[in-house]
């Protein structure tokens, strides 16, 4: 009779922000060089001074992260990775009066009149105005009614863009 026996380490036991659990070794790993460990210890993620290399598969190699020439932080900033003539040429951008879309790879910009607060989002600038969609309305408080039916009184209430 033959026995397999595997060998396993409890995923719990991997430590620190360097050792990731490993699921074909059944065993907590080092995380390479310029990654950190997901916070469900499943894998590394490129450290907040590098940007995935979209040219490498996984993060199992120092090469997997390009290190960025200054501290990156995804909540106002996008990682530019490329130059114009196509090279891998890393470099971090702020995002200014805006904010990253959802893949931080471009700036989207607050509209008119608005300015970017990174709790609030895009904000109106002038008193008496509310932000939808990008755009600044003002705000019914500030209207004067015209109309002296009920039926036109609320479409005269209804939200018009500045």
Not at 13 to 26: A, I, K, N, R
Not at 93 to 98: E, S
Not at 109 to 114: R, V
Request: glycine share 6%; net charge negative; with cysteine.
């Amino acid at each position: 009779m033959i026995g397999i026996v595997l060998a396993y380490t409890d995923p719990a036991s991997c430590t620190g922000s360097t050792q990731f659990y490993d699921p074909v070794l059944l065993k907590c790993t080092t995380c390479p060089a310029n990654t950190v460990r997901a916070s469900d210890f499943s894998y590394c993620n490129c450290s907040t001074s590098h940007y995935p290399n979209p040219d490498a598969i996984g993060f199992n190699s120092p090469a997997s992260c390009l290190s960025l020439p200054s501290a990156y932080n995804p909540a106002t900033q996008i990682a530019s990775i490329y130059a114009v003539d196509g090279s891998l040429s890393p470099a971090v951008v702020t995002c200014a009066n805006g904010y990253p879309d959802s893949l931080n790879q471009r700036c989207i910009p607050c509209g008119a009149g608005m300015s970017y607060s990174s709790t609030l989002g895009c904000q109106c600038t002038a008193a008496n105005q509310y932000a939808i969609n990008g755009q600044c309305y003002s705000s019914i408080a500030s209207w004067t009614v015209t109309q002296s039916t009920p039926a036109d009184i609320l479409g005269e209430q209804q939200v018009h863009p500045l």
